[in-house]
T-cell receptor, first 114, second 110 residues
């Protein structure tokens, strides 16, 4: 019973490098989200996908792109990493954005950019 | 502006010492208020959803309550395994986004 799976768990990048964070859920959920969590800031929404084929910006989208590959998978890409993007990234899913349901989270990707 | 504030930032309790965590919110219509538990190195784990003022939910030593401006997470006779960060989030009317507080770090000493 995996739930939401994120890969990799840890990553170190140099400034300017690119990488893609992967997220997959096996709960047949329609909606998926990407957050970053920084000390003292709480969880901040980067992008979300209400349903397969749609994506929308959240609170802090600059420097990121997303792809909703299919119903299960939602990836986050950093095209040119910057030290300010050092953070813990969480992927979450819900059955649908329309019915006030709680989110289910993965265990995060810890990303350091030097 | 929609906002969620949690207090205290950190709390240390002796085993068996009951207390409450607070989540104050300002939103233009509440669709739902959610409590999560987060252990170090892990993602948030869902605990409760509250939808309307006066609603209460219970699970083991935890009880969540909701008023029109705040929610409380009451911890009765806590144990060391209750040590974690507790997060509160709200979903406002007319939006599909969830707004999170910064959490309360709870440490229960044996």
């Amino acid at each position: 019973n995996a739930g939401v799976t994120q890969t990799p768990k840890f990553q170190v990048l140099k400034t300017g490098q690119s990488m893609t964070l992967q997220c997959a859920q096996d709960m047949n959920h329609n909606s998926m989200y990407w957050y970053r969590q920084d000390p003292g800031m709480g969880l901040r929404l980067i992008y979300y996908s209400a349903s397969e084929g749609t994506t929308d910006k959240g609170e802090v989208p600059n420097g990121y792109n997303v792809s909703r590959l299919n119903k299960r998978e939602f990836s986050l890409r950093l095209e040119s990493a910057a030290p300010s993007q050092t953070s813990v990234y969480f992927c979450a899913s819900t059955r649908t954005v329309f019915d006030n349901q709680p989110q289910h989270f993965g265990d995060g990707t810890r990303l350091s950019i030097l | 502006e929609d906002q969620v504030t949690q207090s205290p930032e950190a709390l240390r309790l002796q085993e068996g010492e009951s207390s409450s965590l607070n989540c104050s919110y300002t939103v233009s219509g509440l669709r739902g208020l959610f409590w999560y538990r987060q252990d170090p190195g892990k993602g948030p784990e869902f605990l409760f959803t509250l939808y309307s003022a006066g609603e209460e939910k219970e699970k083991e030593r935890l009880k969540a309550t909701l008023t029109k401006k705040e929610s409380f997470l009451h911890i009765t006779a806590p144990k060391p395994e209750d040590s974690a960060t507790y997060l509160c989030a709200v979903q406002a009317s007319g939006t599909y986004k969830y707004i999170f507080g910064t959490g309360t770090r709870l440490k229960v000493l044996a």
